[in-house]
T-cell receptor
Framework: DAGVTQSPTHLIKTRGQQVTLRCSPK?????VSWYQQALGQGPQFIFQ???????QRGNFPDRFSGHQFPNYSSELNVNALLLGDSALYLC????????????FGPGTRLTVL | AQKVTQAQTEISVVEKEDVTLDCVYE???????LFWYKQPPSGELVFLIR??????QNEISGRYSWNFQKSTSSFNFTITASQVVDSAVYFC??????????????FGAGTILRVKS
């Protein structure tokens, strides 16, 4: 049973560029959440998708957007990249229910130069 | 607002020592869930345990044990007879029902555990 997968593993971009990160949830999971983890900090919630809709959002600007597909996979898009966007981006999947544990993927390391 | 505090930034122990990682949380909800995750150097967060606010029983799983005390809003994690493989960053997290939908996790800053042989 495959766990949560993310691609790419690493990514290097320059300021002002746009980036798309991808996530496939664990089999049987219908909810995908994205988190940003800056170096030395805990993960920060970006947003969550369920039934192809964004239903919850953290304190992130509109430059961060996402999408969920009918097969429950998801994309995170970041426009107009800033140096401060450099971080580990983690995708987590779960079954839709408050309090259910979330299972995380290995993350995408984004470096903005 | 929800908040999780892990006051210990870094702990170093020698193999076979016991170690306790502290977690203090804040929430206005009466129904909430607490979690512990382990993040090894590879970066992937590994789920360890979930506890709901109505179950204050302590739990033991092998060398791991958890002490949940609502009176002090704490959910501490103890590793008995630590091993080098326990070296990682450990995160405590909170999810509550303040939001109508969704189950976002609010994480603490994490505690770096270094176990030396």
């Amino acid at each position: 049973d495959a766990g949560v997968t993310q691609s790419p593993t690493h990514l290097i971009k320059t300021r002002g560029q746009q980036v798309t990160l991808r996530c496939s949830p664990k089999s049987g999971h219908d909810t995908v959440s994205w988190y940003q983890q800056a170096l030395g900090q805990g993960p920060q919630f970006i947003f969550q998708y369920y039934e192809e809709e964004e239903r919850q959002r953290g304190n992130f600007p509109d430059r961060f957007s996402g999408h969920q597909f009918p097969n429950y996979s998801s994309e995170l898009n970041v426009n107009a990249l800033l140096l401060g966007d450099s971080a580990l981006y983690l995708c987590a999947s779960s079954v839709e229910r408050v309090g259910n544990e979330q299972f995380f993927g290995p993350g995408t390391r984004l470096t903005v130069l | 607002a929800q908040k999780v505090t892990q006051a210990q930034t870094e702990i170093s122990v020698v193999e076979k020592e016991d170690v306790t990682l502290d977690c203090v949380y804040e929430t206005r909800d009466t129904t909430y869930y607490l979690f512990w995750y382990k993040q090894p150097p590879s970066g992937e967060l590994v789920f360890l345990i979930r506890r709901n606010s109505f179950d204050e029983q302590n739990e033991i799983s092998g060398r791991y044990s958890w002490n949940f005390q609502k009176s002090t809003s704490s959910f501490n994690f103890t590793i008995t007879a630590s091993q080098v493989v326990d070296s990682a960053v450990y995160f405590c997290a909170l999810s509550d029902e303040a939001m109508e939908y969704g189950n976002k996790l609010v994480f603490g800053a994490g505690t770096i555990l270094r176990v030396k042989s």
